[in-house]
């Protein structure tokens, strides 16, 4: 079936350096939506991408969608404590069904 | 937008008894589904509620072990049967307003069997 394959698992950061998550599908997407899951919360919609090439910021983050409309990225600029959690992406597929990544999860060095 | 009440928020139950969650949308809703998470894990699509019909199942998940309803556009009930132990999870509720919009969430159920 179609997957969207999501990188890395962890990432370790200093409160302040950068952050980037990846997803990249099998098939060609109908759009892709980026959320945040705060530990012990919820997935919370972050944003979505529709167009080809598309680039979107909210504040210090900014997401991008290939131009095959396959990829994906999340990049976090001089991260905080309140970034903490895990990224998914989901894929709207053909059948307009969402398809999860395995998430990134953002830690804070102490 | 969409506000998901969900309940219960946690439960503890027996094996080989059965648990039903209960969800509801704030608004009518087109889409609503039912996930499973695993701690640490991404969500695992259980089924789709289908208002006034059965749900769609994914690969893995039975109508028997999870029999699902939908009576009208904003509120769902998941129930887990026969709980095992590997039935122990995070159950979310969740809702689409259409075909390609966003997905708004319940608070989840966490769910130990014992």
């Known amino acids: 079936g179609q997957q969207v394959m999501q990188i890395p698992q962890y990432q370790h950061v200093q409160e302040g350096e950068d952050f980037t998550t990846y997803c990249n599908s099998s098939t060609t997407l109908s759009n892709i939506q980026w959320y945040k899951q705060r530990p012990g919360g919820h997935p919370v919609f972050l944003i979505q991408?529709?167009?080809s090439g598309e680039v979107k910021k909210q504040k210090r983050l900014t997401f991008q969608f290939g131009e095959a409309k396959k990829n994906s990225s999340l990049h976090i600029t001089a991260t905080q404590t309140t970034d903490v959690g895990t990224y998914f992406c989901a894929g709207l597929d053909s059948n307009y069904q969402l398809i999860w990544g395995a998430g990134t999860k953002l830690i804070i060095k102490p | 937008s969409a506000v998901i009440s969900q309940k219960p928020s946690r439960d503890i139950c027996q094996r080989g008894t059965s648990l039903t969650i209960q969800c509801q949308v704030d608004s009518q809703v087109t889409m609503m589904f039912w996930y499973r998470q695993q701690p640490g894990q991404s969500l695992t699509l259980i089924a789709t509620a289908n208002q006034g019909s059965e749900a769609t199942y994914e690969s893995g998940f039975v109508i028997d072990k999870f029999p699902i309803s939908r009576p009208n556009l904003t509120f769902s009930t998941l129930t887990v049967s026969n709980m095992s132990p590997e039935d122990s999870s995070i159950y979310l509720c969740?809702?689409?307003?259409?075909?390609?919009?966003?997905?708004?969430f319940g608070q989840g159920t966490r769910l130990t069997v014992v």
């Open positions: 969740s809702a689409r307003t259409g075909v390609g919009t966003e997905a708004f």
């Open positions: 991408l529709v167009k």
